[in-house]
Every structure is written in structure tokens, then in C-alpha cells.
T-cell receptor, first 117, second 118 residues
Framework: EAGVTQSPTHLIKTRGQQATLRCSPISGHTSVYWYQQALGLGLQFLLWYDEGEERNRGNFPPRFSGRQFPNYSSELNVNALELEDSALYLC????????????????FGPGTRLTVL | AQSVTQLGSHVSVSEGALVLLRCNYSSSVPPYLFWYVQYPNQGLQLLLKYTSAATLVKGINGFEAEFKKSETSFHLTKPSAHMSDAAEYFCAVTPANAGGTSYGKLTFGQGTILTVHP
């Protein structure tokens, strides 16, 4: 069974540009999560999409946005890039939210390394 | 609100020795708890999880962890370290119930780098 896949592996941009990162979840998973792992800041939650809807958002500015497509894949867009956006961006997926509302285990992809020059 | 504290950013053990990585959590609602491992330049791999069933949880690669509610702890152990265990380990918490600002969100500790000496 294929795991979570992310593309590209590496992305180099200059300050002020836009970056688009992509994620394909494990087959059968409907929830997609995005995390940022920046040096010195640890792993920070960015966004959660479930069934095409944004369900939760971390403490990031609006220039971080995303969407989830009908096939459950997802895209993270970062506009007006700043030097401090340089980080490893991790995508995770999980099964659908249970009838009781609890979320399922998150499985992570290999990440996209974004470098902003 | 939820938070995780991992005691010790670096732990060094000899091959064959006991591995003990400490994790304490704070959560206003019943939590689910996880340990993930990250090898250099890779994503996170799930080691084990606690989701309110048995308090002693067994994971992959010989790791296990015990949920102790009274101590708000979820320490990770392995009886005998192997060179291949060298990596960074993250403890994480998420609410077991729906709703709230932490819903669906994994909150991670700062990570513990495990070094294994021959």
C-alpha cells in the first residue's frame, strides 16, 4: 500500500514569490493535515482538511492557504514568501472523522523542503 | 489547550542498553498520545499510539510506552538499544473528542535526539 506522497521534494524560491506544495493521501483516507518543521521552532500545525472543507487552522498568517480536491489530494500555497518560511513542510493523512467526532491516526509523508532565498 | 514536554533534547545510550525517552503532557480533555520517529531528511514514522484502550502500548521495532494518567506521562522505552534506533523522537498529543481549538491538531514536543554508541 502506497503511503502519503508529496511533491516536489525540494523547492527553492526567492522572497516575495509564491510556492505550491502538493500532497496525495493514503488510499481511503479523507483527511489531510499540513505541518511546518522549521529550524528551532519544532513541528507546528498549519491546516486540516476533511472532505474538502477546512476544519482547523494553526496560528499562521493568511498568506498560508490551501485546498483539498475531490480526490482528497491537497495543495498548500504560500504567498509573498519570507525568509522565515524556509522549512520542511510535512503532509499527513488519516481516515475520516469517526461518528463520535474523534480523529484517526495521522500518517506522514516524506515532506517538501522549501528554501526561500 | 494541550502541550507536550519532552525531558532531554539529547539522550545517549550504549548499544544494548535500555532506552528511556520521557514525555509529559497537559490536556484539558482526554487525549490520544503518540510517539513518532524521524530519521534524517525523512518524514515522521508512527512508532505507537495510545487511544484509551490498554495503558501499556507496544509499538514497532521493540518500543513500548505506558500511559500514566496520575503522572500525565507517556514515556517511551526499549529494553535494548540498536544502532539503527539513532534518530529524533517526537511525542505528540491530540484531543480524543471533537471540538475546541486543538481539534484534529497534533501538538508535538520539541523532540529528543537519540544517539546510540557501539
Amino acid at each position: 500500500e502506497a503511503g502519503v506522497t508529496q511533491s516536489p521534494t525540494h523547492l527553492i524560491k526567492t522572497r516575495g514569490q509564491q510556492a505550491t506544495l502538493r500532497c496525495s493521501p493514503i488510499s481511503g483516507h479523507t483527511s489531510v493535515y499540513w505541518y511546518q518543521q522549521a529550524l528551532g521552532l519544532g513541528l507546528q500545525f498549519l491546516l486540516w482538511y476533511d472532505e474538502g472543507e477546512e476544519r482547523n487552522r494553526g496560528n499562521f498568517p493568511p498568506r498560508f492557504s490551501g485546498r483539498q480536491f475531490p480526490n482528497y489530494s491537497s495543495e498548500l500555497n504560500v504567498n509573498a514568501l519570507e525568509l522565515e518560511d524556509s522549512a520542511l513542510y510535512l503532509c499527513a493523512s488519516s481516515l475520516a472523522v469517526s461518528s463520535g467526532g474523534s480523529t484517526d491516526t495521522q500518517y506522514f509523508g516524506p515532506g517538501t523542503r522549501l528554501t526561500v532565498l | 489547550a494541550q502541550s507536550v514536554t519532552q525531558l532531554g533534547s539529547h539522550v545517549s545510550v550504549s548499544e544494548g542498553a535500555l532506552v528511556l525517552l520521557r514525555c509529559n503532557y497537559s490536556s484539558s480533555v482526554p487525549p490520544y498520545l503518540f510517539w513518532y520517529v524521524q530519521y534524517p531528511n525523512q518524514g515522521l514514522q508512527l512508532l505507537l499510539k495510545y487511544t484509551s484502550a490498554a495503558t501499556l502500548v507496544k509499538g514497532i521495532n521493540g518500543f513500548e510506552a505506558e500511559f500514566k494518567k496520575s503522572e500525565t506521562s507517556f514515556h517511551l522505552t526499549k529494553p535494548s538499544a540498536h544502532m539503527s534506533d539513532a534518530a529524533e523522537y517526537f511525542c505528540a498529543v491530540t484531543p480524543a473528542n471533537a471540538g475546541g481549538t486543538s481539534y484534529g491538531k497534533l501538538t508535538f514536543g520539541q523532540g529528543t535526539i537519540l544517539t546510540v554508541h557501539p
